[in-house]
């Protein structure tokens, strides 16, 4: 009986391994239809799963609360599955070099729970070759079992995308992969089980693994190209937003828009392909161009936001600066990776410590991961600047006058504002010190 029959008709379980943005909301959609395991080894995670409080925001408490998934930090639990989906994170080092410790680790756990007639599947992102080259005989060590003969694996590039609550896992075509004709036919089969959109088979594990990095690195480069525009057009004393305003008329124009990538995966996946591109002699001449405009784009806003503070007037050392948004993208409580933390960090080179305020993000998780102490919208007052830099549906349903209440009283020619994601309306500010991106 296949695995795919056996998890239909209730005699084996799915287990998730890694239960954050991506595979909590895996394991919650499987739990509607199968039964789930879902593993982390995060205990505090494990802990507000269980009380059906969702951190990610992604599914909602509601949705934990009611779920039949089995959550547990127990790794021998996994042995009561038989169809295993890998979803932890893979960051890069401070070199920008792939780090690939949890899915390694992620690898080493499983492994030593795996039993003969099992598939495994890695969402994770990685370069072509790791699933099989790094991934497999790891899980082979581990086991004692035989890949292709006792178990077998395959690779399913995850595609959510943070926060987005319209393109979610169900509505998403999913790219699937196995090491051989059976193996992919049955990987297809469990995923069909829960995507609505349908799934997309392709011929080697490879190719499924290239397919993750290189739609985020063409999203990237696309992203570094209206950067450069920005910086050139700052330079020029031309609009940016007008510029693109006008070119997007044009039917074909791809309505890309400079700003701050960062987060988990565009800020992240051409690392990862260029690192094996450049292991087998191939220097990227595009992707890592790319990678540069964009990773100096957090400190280009803040040099722009003092050259504006020392325009009007003002002693940035002096200043009150108050900073809305630290996530690395709006309407999601992720602060992995965010861009804001550059322009954080290139104030403080100047003196600055801006106040900053962001009513997604985890108080905790800002601290842990930068530093910062976030404090209140009611905090953010008496201002000399205000930089916005994440377009949270709070901040964009702020009027002018909500703006305008955020500054100290002084003439508006003393005022700067700088807009990152153009989320104002530039007339209401004239006589402001006003920038955008």
């Known amino acids: 009986m296949s695995i795919y029959q056996q998890l239909i008709d209730g005699k084996t379980k799915l287990s998730l391994v890694g239960l954050g943005y991506v595979g909590m909301p895996i394991a919650v959609e499987f739990a509607k239809h199968v039964k789930v395991i879902g593993f982390d080894i995060n205990e505090r995670k494990i802990a507000q799963y ?11 408490d509601s949705a934990v609360a009611s779920s039949s998934v089995d959550f547990t930090n127990d790794p021998t639990r996994l042995e009561e599955a038989r169809f295993h989906i890998v979803a932890v994170p893979t960051p890069v080092n401070q070199d920008k070099t792939p780090d690939l410790s949890p899915v ?23 370069y072509p070759g790791v699933t099989e080259d790094i991934c497999v005989p790891i899980l082979e ?14 690779y399913s590039p995850e595609r959510i995308n943070p926060g987005d609550k319209v393109h979610t896992l169900t509505t998403i075509r999913k790219i699937v992969s196995g090491q051989d004709a059976d193996s992919l036919a049955e990987i297809q089969n469990v995923y069909d089980i829960v995507i609505a959109a349908g799934t997309f088979p392709v011929s080697t594990i490879k190719t499924a693994e290239a397919v993750k990095v290189v739609e985020n690195s063409q999203r990237d480069i696309n992203i570094a190209f209206m950067n450069e525009l920005a910086m050139v057009f700052d330079r020029m004393g031309i609009d940016t937003s007008e510029v ?8 074909n124009a791809l309505g890309f828009r400079p700003g701050l990538v960062g987060g988990h995966c565009i800020g992240v996946d051409p690392y990862y392909f260029t690192y094996e591109a450049e292991k087998l002699g191939y220097h990227s001449q595009i992707i890592l161009a790319g990678r ?3 990773d100096g784009m957090g400190e280009f806003v803040a ?38 933390n550059d322009i954080l960090n290139r104030l403080n080179q100047y003196g600055i410590n801006p106040l900053v305020c ?11 991961s930068y530093g910062v102490d976030l404090v209140s919208l009611n905090d953010i007052k008496e201002l000399d600047a205000l ?34 994601k153009s989320i104002l309306d530039k007339s209401d500010f004239e006589d402001f010190r006003y920038w955008r991106l």
């Open 50 to 60: 269980r009380e059906g409080k969702d951190p990610t925001n992604e599914v909602g």
């Open 104 to 126: 390694i680790g992620a690898s080493k756990t499983l492994g030593a729970h795996l039993k003969p007639g099992s598939i495994v599947v890695y969402e994770s992102t990685v």
């Open 141 to 154: 060590s581990e086991s004692g079992l035989k890949c292709g003969v006792d178990f077998k694996v395959g």
């Open 244 to 251: 693109i305003a006008g070119m997007n008329t044009k039917w």
């Open 292 to 294: 540069k405009v964009n």
């Open 303 to 340: 040099d722009a936001t003092i050259r504006e503070m020392v325009q009007a007037g003002l002693a940035p050392a002096k200043a009150r600066v108050g900073v809305l948004g630290i996530t690395f993208k709006e309407n999601c409580p992720d602060v992995r990776n965010s861009k804001v």
């Open 358 to 368: 962001d009513p997604w993000a985890d108080a905790s998780d800002a601290k842990v």
């Open 387 to 420: 930089i916005v830099a994440v377009a949270h549906d709070k901040f964009v349903e702020m009027n002018s006058e909500d703006i305008k209440g955020l500054f100290a009283s002084k003439p508006n020619s003393e005022k700067v504002l700088v807009d990152v």
